[in-house]
């Protein structure tokens, strides 16, 4: 019995692609799980997995407390959004990037997204609103990000855990071109997240325009 690839029908209806995958794409069998390593952030998992035509690999990946993330587009107007300079360890560098943090135990994402807003850029969100979820590198990691657009902002710092203190910025959201040529701003997800953002403010534009007419 041979499976066509999926149409470009199906790519157009979500519930469509859906019962097409699961009609060709049977998840493997966890034949065997163990941690490999531990430390005060980070559990190494391997997997051990027998794939629907026969074969066995084995994978490993990063766990952790899995309590959620948040990364905000915050804009202070409706043309510039506010970026962070902090201190990445994975690069021994400082990085431009989106305010983002974990949620805490009892937090919805909207309280998290405002209180670290509060955190790292000395402002709260009258309106927040959820964007889009993102992930990074699922092969090796089950990580995911909740973005979230804040507008309305008003000034309010709370305390964070930053080891100092993190430096705003303001940049105009449709100078995303200029901001990819520079060497400090590469984080995959603060990219997404801020074109995703600019085309739900130009869709929205562009939808207010055409109840005027």
Same mark, same amino acid.
């Given at each position: 019995m041979s499976t066509s690839p999926p149409t470009r029908d199906t790519f157009n209806h979500p519930e469509g692609a859906s019962a097409k995958r699961s009609g060709y794409q049977q998840k493997p069998q966890i034949l065997a799980r163990k941690s490999v390593a531990q430390s005060r952030l980070f559990q190494i998992e391997s997997l051990d997995l027998r794939f629907s035509n026969g074969e066995e690999r084995q994978f490993e990946r990063l766990t952790g407390a899995d309590r959620g993330a948040v990364m905000m587009v915050a804009m202070p107007d409706p043309d510039h959004v506010l970026l962070i300079r902090e201190y990445a360890a994975g690069f021994e560098d400082y990085v431009l990037t989106l305010p983002k943090g974990l949620v805490d !135990? +009892?937090?919805?994402?909207? $309280? @998290? @997204?405002?209180?670290?807003?509060?955190?790292?850029? +000395? =402002? +709260?969100?009258?309106?927040?609103?959820?964007? =889009?979820? #993102?992930?990074?590198? !699922?092969?090796?990691?089950?990580?995911?990000?909740?973005?979230?657009? /804040?507008?309305?902002?008003? !000034?309010?710092? #709370? &305390?964070?855990?930053? &080891?100092?203190?993190?430096? =705003?910025? $303001?940049?105009?959201?449709?100078?995303? !071109? /200029?901001?990819?040529?520079?060497?400090?701003?590469?984080?995959?997800?603060?990219?997404?997240?801020?074109?995703?953002?600019?085309?739900?403010?130009?869709?929205?534009?562009?939808?207010?325009? $055409?109840?005027?007419?």
């Amino acid at each position: 019995m041979s499976t066509s690839p999926p149409t470009r029908d199906t790519f157009n209806h979500p519930e469509g692609a859906s019962a097409k995958r699961s009609g060709y794409q049977q998840k493997p069998q966890i034949l065997a799980r163990k941690s490999v390593a531990q430390s005060r952030l980070f559990q190494i998992e391997s997997l051990d997995l027998r794939f629907s035509n026969g074969e066995e690999r084995q994978f490993e990946r990063l766990t952790g407390a899995d309590r959620g993330a948040v990364m905000m587009v915050a804009m202070p107007d409706p043309d510039h959004v506010l970026l962070i300079r902090e201190y990445a360890a994975g690069f021994e560098d400082y990085v431009l990037t989106l305010p983002k943090g974990l949620v805490d !135990p +009892g937090e919805d994402i909207i $309280t @998290a @997204a405002n209180r670290e807003l509060m955190e790292e850029c +000395g =402002v +709260g969100a009258h309106r927040i609103e959820p964007l =889009v979820e #993102l992930s990074l590198a !699922p092969n090796y990691m089950r990580h995911r990000m909740q973005v979230l657009l /804040a507008t309305d902002l008003y !000034p309010k710092r #709370l &305390p964070g855990d930053e &080891p100092e203190p993190l430096i =705003v910025e $303001t940049h105009a959201i449709e100078e995303l !071109p /200029a901001l990819l040529l520079r060497e400090d701003f590469h984080e995959a997800r603060a990219i997404a997240a801020l074109y995703i953002a600019r085309d739900r403010l130009r869709e929205e534009k562009r939808n207010s325009a $055409t109840d005027l007419l």
